[in-house]
């Protein structure tokens, strides 16, 4: 039996992200239910507005040329917290010739990118709304954080949750990985019990500061970094004195 021409509407399922997306946007992917005439879904039929005004993609293009049920939508980086609206169509085609026909909209919100990371035994309590890293978190790609290299955890009585604990060495790197882009980075170091003299504070390769901290006393340190290789680096180095160590608290990540 002919079934006759196709004169069904394409449909869009799937427009990723939506919802809410930490720190910044680059790409959007938009799927359909059945192939895309592909020259009749460009630039032209995309509109992007946001704080700030309205963004036009870099580029258009199928994921698979293949299965070109999958596109790719790319942007100049999109950094600036609040609310996203992507509007697709109204004439992008299947391979019938049968249009959208009609605009599709998508949300999406930007959110300040925030990491915090409260460095500590297996013992000892979690500061609230961070993430707890053990002295054996060696980072690897699916952890998406972790040192490089031996540290040892330990704890105190006193200092609350976040403070109370610390990891310490002579020198050691910690990573994490993050967007490209500028952040506030915030590094605690201290020990209720005793004095951590010279701790050099490197941070993306360049050397920041030499700090210490007296027995009783938490560093707040506050320092703006540019990250342009996917990965925040923050190498901790103590060059002697009373204390051959540094003493590493808890760390904060927020977009700048």
Known sequence: VDAGPDVTAPNVIDVSPSGTASGSIERFEV??????????????????????????PVSVAA?????????????????TAGDYVLSLGPDIRDDAGNPL????????????????????????????GYTQVLSGDTYNASRGH?????????????????????HYAREGTFVVDVPNGQYD??????????????????????ERETVTST???????????????????????DLGGTNPNFAFNALEVVDA
């Open 63 to 79: 994921v698979d040329v293949a299965n070109r049920t999958r596109f790719e939508l790319v942007f100049e980086p999109l950094q």
């Open 185 to 206: 980075v915030v590094l605690w170091m201290g020990d209720a019990g005793v004095t951590h003299d010279n701790m050099v504070i490197t941070l993306e390769g360049v």
């Open 101 to 128: 026909g009609a605009v599709v909209s998508s949300s999406v919100s930007i959110v300040p990118y925030l990491e915090q990371f409260d460095f500590g035994t297996g013992s000892t309590p979690v500061a609230e």
């Open 146 to 166: 972790g040192w490089l290299g031996y540290v040892t955890g330990w704890n105190r009585t006193s200092g609350g949750p976040l403070l109370s604990d610390y």
């Open 215 to 237: 027995a009783g006393e938490f560093l707040e340190l506050t320092y703006l970094v540019t990250v342009s290789d996917g990965q925040l680096t923050i190498h901790l180095k």
């Open 31 to 56: 799927s359909f239910d059945e192939n895309i005439d592909e020259t009749t879904f460009t630039i032209d039929d995309v509109s992007l507005s946001g704080p700030g005004g309205t963004f036009v």
